[in-house]
């Protein structure tokens, strides 16, 4: 049962970057059957997709935080991570990481409990 | 591509049928799923491709069309189901989310 954790400061200041981690046990980040995702949500609202990551290190990224996002994979700690350069008080959600896998369309089966981020000096 | 769901708001009682639609603004195929999310949970999928079901997830879940329409039909609702539901696409980028309907007890 694979099992994932989101980490990462709690509090970022505006214009900062927010980096996040989130770390798998119960499988192998490096296996090919999965990619590997980041998903938000601001409180009360709806959910935003920002982007993936695939075993091959190949990235997709939601374009209107496309100049803003990195996602990386680190296989020695089977973890992957986020940033988001220049944040702003918009940017303050619940972010979730989520394992994804493919059926025509990678899709995410397994999420981690989420953790909020908020954006405040 | 933008997602509509409908109704946005949904009171229902337990053992009804409910049907959740969401139509999105031009042809996704079957590029499509359904989470539920219940509060302070992280959402769960429910449904994938408009139709296939998520393994472990009970038999009164189903979903349903291609295009442009989707539907998620509970057929007999059980006091767990009570949490909102968002649609998804994942045609092209950006991959979108519904606004989310909230299924509530009547």
């Known amino acids: 049962q694979v099992q994932l954790q989101e980490s990462g400061p709690g509090l970022v200041k505006p214009s900062q970057t927010l980096s996040l981690t989130c770390a798998v046990s119960?499988?192998?980040?490096?296996?090919?059957?999965?990619?590997w995702s980041w998903i938000r949500q601001p409180a009360g609202k709806g959910l935003e997709w920002i982007g993936r990551?695939?075993?091959?290190?190949?990235?997709n990224y939601n374009p209107p935080l496309k100049s803003r996002v990195t996602i990386s994979l680190d296989t020695s700690k089977n973890q992957f991570s986020l940033r988001l350069t220049s944040v702003t008080a918009t940017d303050t959600a619940v972010y979730y990481c989520?394992?994804?896998?493919?059926?025509?369309?990678?899709?995410?089966?397994?999420w981690g409990q989420g953790t909020l981020v908020t954006v405040s000096s | 591509i933008q997602l509509t769901q409908s109704p946005a708001f949904l009171s229902a009682s337990v053992g009804d049928r409910v049907t959740i639609t969401c139509r999105a603004s031009?042809?996704?195929?079957?590029?499509f799923a359904w989470y539920q999310q219940k509060p302070g949970k992280a959402p769960n999928l429910l449904i994938f491709?408009?139709?296939t079901l998520q393994s472990g997830v009970p038999s009164r879940f189903s979903g349903s069309g291609s295009g442009t329409e989707f539907t998620l039909t509970i057929s007999s609702l059980q006091p767990e189901d009570f949490a909102t539901y968002y649609c998804q696409h994942l045609h092209s980028y950006p991959i979108t989310f519904g606004q989310g309907t909230r299924l509530e007890i009547k």
């Open positions: 491709d408009a139709s």
């Open positions: 119960g499988d192998s980040i490096s296996r090919g059957s999965w990619s």
């Open positions: 990551i695939y075993t091959s290190g190949s990235t």
């Open positions: 031009q042809d996704i195929s079957s590029f």
């Open positions: 989520a394992r994804e896998k493919y059926s025509r369309a990678w899709y995410a089966d397994s």
